[in-house]
T-cell receptor
Framework: AQKITQTQPGMFVQEKEAVTLDCTYDTSDPSYGLFWYKQPSSGEMIFLIYQGSYDQQNATEGRYSLNFQKARKSANLVISASQLGDSAMYFCAMREGRGGKLIFGQGTELSVKP | DAGVTQSPTHLIKTRGQHVTLRCSPISGHKSVSWYQQVLGQGPQFIFQYYEKEERGRGNFPDRFSARQFPNYSSELNVNALLLGDSALYLC??????????????FGEGSWLTVV
């Protein structure tokens, strides 16, 4: 069964607008962490934001925020004021318990239009 | 401070050959993990090493092996290369104390093409 699901293969957003990238996850471990990464065409996986399962507040990092809805098992990434440089693949990933392994979704390709 | 560094960045190998990929973690990080990313998919976990010991292994054949050195750098070795091994190989670094909260950082990857 898919542990991380990203249902949007591709998204378009107008420059300066906000966009939400969806991510749902499945785990029975009460302790887990959720990550979002950006991957430009160069291949580098760039860390954006992290949310722990016990964190009380939604994580924010600059223009990135994570809309964490634990009961719905969703961890959507919100990018505010999109920029042309935000065009890339975005991956949601989860780490369960004390393990060091990340499980990735299939990714969402975001295109920002001028 | 230097981030995660990987080498080589690009390489082409012939089927049946062997390849070694190298990774240096962020200074102070003792955990290194390897991932394989084929075109159009998310990365798949191959190995994790912490303090020079294997701490996790993904669903990859025995042709894949790795090790971690005393300075915490790591090598990923793949023997008897197949066309299907063509992928981006990513190295990840973290301080990993067993806590879920440790952030994981990736290098720029090594693009392997098997012909």
């Amino acid at each position: 069964a898919q542990k991380i699901t990203q249902t949007q293969p591709g998204m378009f957003v107008q420059e300066k607008e906000a966009v939400t990238l969806d991510c749902t996850y499945d785990t029975s471990d009460p302790s887990y962490g959720l990550f979002w990464y950006k991957q430009p065409s160069s291949g580098e996986m760039i860390f954006l934001i992290y949310q722990g399962s016990y964190d009380q507040q939604n994580a924010t990092e600059g223009r990135y925020s994570l809309n964490f809805q634990k009961a719905r098992k969703s961890a959507n990434l919100v990018i505010s004021a999109s920029q042309l440089g935000d065009s890339a693949m975005y991956f949601c990933a989860m780490r369960e318990g004390r393990g060091g392994k990340l499980i990735f979704g299939q990714g969402t390709e975001l295109s920002v239009k001028p | 401070d230097a981030g995660v560094t990987q080498s080589p960045t690009h390489l082409i190998k012939t089927r049946g050959q062997h390849v070694t990929l190298r990774c240096s973690p962020i200074s102070g990080h003792k955990s290194v993990s390897w991932y394989q990313q084929v075109l159009g998919q998310g990365p798949q976990f191959i190995f994790q090493y912490y303090e020079k010991e294997e701490r996790g292994r993904g669903n990859f054949p025995d042709r894949f092996s790795a090790r971690q050195f005393p300075n915490y750098s790591s090598e990923l070795n793949v023997n008897a290369l197949l066309l299907g091994d063509s992928a981006l190989y990513l190295c990840a670094s973290s301080s990993w104390t067993g806590r879920v909260g440790n952030t994981i950082y990736f290098g720029e990857g090594s693009w392997l093409t098997v012909v």
